[in-house]
């Protein structure tokens, strides 16, 4: 059994939208949406676990009741940080088994190619745990906090982390529980793993697997998409619904201040 983790519970507030960046549309259709096709589509996934914010765990629910054809799915209440919400979700599925893969990935990567979700299901399966990554491009130097330069690591041993992150389940399990006893919080959940002494395995992904994060990121994941001709993936009628549904949206999403 393969369970899909989408943390979906933050704010964006790097977006600037006033919004929880998910529900923004990308050529009509919300990012949380489509990064859900993405593994609702992957013939090797069999499950989806949400975790949105408690305010607005009924709205997704609400939008996803009226997707026809998406794989098994539930959504749960999140945490304050994506560690949080991440381990909310390991703990929904309490019936999976062991050796059963957990797969997190971020409800702001919609650009994941099926090959990556496959490569990394292969691969923690076989492994243990994997995680998409793609090499650095920049340079990147090691910092002092007053700003000087205290190392330049060698690039070619540097990748940079994407999701999907997947892992064995009594792995994950186990990482989460010790992160939580010591009061650990990293910055993705395969350093959580690190700190068992596991070894976390790369599967080459491709740069388009962007996160969306800043304004530039919506140009930026418009020309990916026009590229990726996904739109013969997607049901026509979905797109369509689409139209309607998303005044809907715009009415309905809760706006924060900052
Ligand atoms: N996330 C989450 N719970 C949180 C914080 C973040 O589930 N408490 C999710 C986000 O919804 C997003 C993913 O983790 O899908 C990656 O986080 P990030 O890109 O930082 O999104 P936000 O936290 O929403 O954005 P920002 O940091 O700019 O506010
Ligand atoms: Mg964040």
């Known amino acids: 059994m393969v369970t ?5 519970a933050g704010k964006g507030r790097r977006m600037q939208a006033g919004m929880n960046k998910a529900f923004m549309e990308l050529a009509g259709i919300p990012i949380l949406v489509r990064t859900l096709l993405k593994f609702s589509d ?13 305010p607005e765990v009924q709205f997704v629910r609400d939008i996803l009741k009226r997707l026809p054809g998406l794989k098994p799915w539930q959504v749960v209440a999140g945490g304050s940080e994506r560690q949080y919400s991440v381990w909310k979700g390991i703990q929904a599925i309490e019936d999976a088994a062991e050796d059963d893969i957990i797969l997190v990935h971020d409800a702001a990567r919609p650009l994941v190619s099926d090959r990556v979700i496959r490569e990394t299901i292969r691969t923690a399966a076989a ?9 650095a491009k920049n340079t990147i130097k090691l910092c002092s906090t007053a700003g000087e330069v205290v190392e330049t690591p060698d690039r070619s041993l540097l990748w940079e982390v994407q999701t999907p ?3 064995r389940r009594d792995i994950l399990v186990r990482a989460n529980e010790q ?22 395995h790369i599967v080459a992904s491709d740069y388009r697997n962007i996160k969306i994060t800043t304004p530039e990121d919506i140009l930026i994941a418009t020309s990916f998409l026009a590229e990726e001709q996904e739109k013969s993936l997607l049901k026509s009628n979905l797109e369509n619904m689409f139209k309607t549904f998303t005044e809907e949206i715009r009415e309905k999403f809760i706006r924060y201040e900052d």
């Not at 899909?4 to 979906?8: C, L, N, Q, S």
């Not at 992957?42 to 408690?54: S, T």
């Open 42 to 54: 992957c013939q090797a996934v069999d499950r989806l676990v949400i975790a949105a914010a408690e």
């Open 165 to 167: 992150q997947g892992f």
């Open 127 to 135: 492994k243990g745990a994997a995680i998409a990554a793609v090499p």
């Open 179 to 200: 992160a939580a006893a010591d009061g650990f919080l990293g910055t993705d959940d395969a350093s959580l793993v690190e700190r068992l002494g596991e070894t976390v």
């Open 4 to 8: 899909a983790i989408f943390p979906a």
